[in-house]
């Protein structure tokens, strides 16, 4: 069974940073994707940043110059630094990924999500 696993929201000021990391476990063949997601309550989720296989990330226009995604080596781990952050950021935000599992079928998991608060 995959599993991601999320951490690193909270509380931060107008302006500030966090870095967000999400754990892949389990059992798997590879990682075809790797995505951040966020969701405002109410509202549908929006696809924050993306890695598709080795690809360079990409980026919601609403985040790019601010946000960088990253990945450990061993692609086990992805990361999203978020800087210079907006109260519009305010959101629950997921890991996503699309994973090549050993029952030789691509499935897509998800983190339980980490929630992210900005204030001015």
């Known amino acids: 069974q995959v599993q991601l696993e999320e951490s690193g929201g909270g509380l931060v000021h107008l302006g500030g940073s966090l870095r967000l990391s999400c754990t892949i476990s389990g059992s798997l063949l590879s990682i075809r994707a790797m995505n951040w997601y966020r969701r405002v309550p109410g509202q549908q989720y929006e696809l924050v940043a993306s890695?598709?296989?080795?690809?360079?990330?990409n980026y919601a226009d609403s985040v790019k110059g601010r946000f960088t995604m990253s990945r450990s080596a061993d692609k086990y781990a992805m990361y999203l630094q978020m800087n210079n952050l907006k109260p519009e950021d305010t959101a629950v935000y997921y890991c996503n990924a699309r994973i090549f599992g050993t029952m030789l079928t691509e499935q897509t998991y998800w983190g339980q999500g980490t929630s992210v608060t900005v204030v001015s």
């Open positions: 890695i598709e296989a080795d690809e360079s990330p």
